[in-house]
């Protein structure tokens, strides 16, 4: 998946609105990444255009080999159903209250028109640890059960990326654990790739990459590994980083940029193998240009 220079401009009563201001994105297959950002970041807005429910004002986006400025309609309702799932923060919005769990992971695969469904529909949940779930109802399931079914319907078509807005957001820890834990699964076991957009820094700290959008782009990663201590144990070495564009800008840290009184303007120079960046010089006031003299 790559998205460039990806603009999305709203109007609304005749006052634009620019959501995404040129955002670079690229998530390789198989990838499990995280997506954080303040509300109004963009964040929402990307998982729109990658769904196929919104189309960028401009710049490019590729999903599995699908143009999404391009497509027509037809071409739209076949990557919706086959290629992206989408998981919703209210399992409800995903759920037919007057079905049991194995009915509604089964009914996306009628609309595909996919054979084997009540096999497939099995397998989902027993990799999601829901099999003793398939014949309840959601009046008869937990709140993070009834997440989990969710997962298993937007898995159902067995798609190449899961969109996951908010997953957890609802969710006391032990059932928010239980979700992403199954997430998880979904992406090493079914090897979907996984973009999970979410508020949570319980979640956000379990995958090996982080990505940050601030005023429409992105902003900074966070890539995380795992090593061995001295003792043998699992250590996770986090690291940060700024993103830079395809046109060479980069946004600063925020707390860097209040920490060190930046803004308007800061000087740059090359330090052979990095580059420093300072506040602008104070300019000499009146009295002192007058000294100077």
């Not at 790559?2 to 990838?31: H, K």
């Not at 769904?51 to 919706?80: F, I, K």
């Not at 319980?202 to 959008?213: D, F, N, P």
């Amino acid at each position: 998946m790559v998205c460039d220079g990806l603009v999305r401009i709203f109007t609304s009563e005749g006052v634009e609105v620019v959501a995404l201001q040129g955002l670079d994105l690229e998530v390789a297959r198989g990838e499990l990444v995280a997506i954080v950002g303040a509300s109004g970041s963009g964040k929402s807005t990307l998982l729109n255009i990658l769904s196929g429910l919104d189309l960028p004002s401009a710049g490019s986006a590729r999903v599995a080999g699908h143009d999404l400025l391009t497509m027509g309609r037809a071409e739209r309702l076949r990557y919706r159903r086959s290629t992206v799932g989408f998981l919703y923060q209210q399992a409800t919005a995903n759920l037919l209250p007057y079905l049991s769990a194995i009915e509604n992971i089964q009914l996306p695969m009628v609309f595909a028109s996919r054979g084997h469904r009540e096999a497939r529909a099995r397998e989902l949940l027993e990799v999601l640890g829901v099999a003793d779930c398939a014949d309840r109802r959601l009046d008869g399931l937990s709140g993070g059960q009834q997440q989990r079914v969710a997962l298993g319907v937007a898995l159902a078509n067995n798609p190449v990326v899961l969109l996951a807005d908010e997953p957890t957001g609802e969710l006391d820890s032990r059932s928010s654990d239980e979700v992403f834990s199954a997430i998880r699964r979904a992406n090493e076991e079914l090897g979907t790739t996984v973009i999970v957009v979410t508020h949570d820094p319980h979640v956000s700290e379990q995958v090996t990459r982080t990505v940050a959008i601030r005023d429409g782009r992105t902003a900074s990663e966070v890539r995380r590994h795992v090593t061995r201590d001295t003792d043998g144990g699992e250590l996770v070495i986090s690291q940060e980083y700024a993103v830079l564009d395809r046109a060479g800008r980069l946004q600063l840290p925020k707390a860097f940029v209040a920490s060190l009184g930046l803004r308007d303007r800061v000087r740059i120079e090359l330090e052979g193998d990095h580059i420093t960046v300072w506040p602008e010089a104070p300019r000499p006031d009146a009295n002192e240009r007058g000294d100077a003299q």
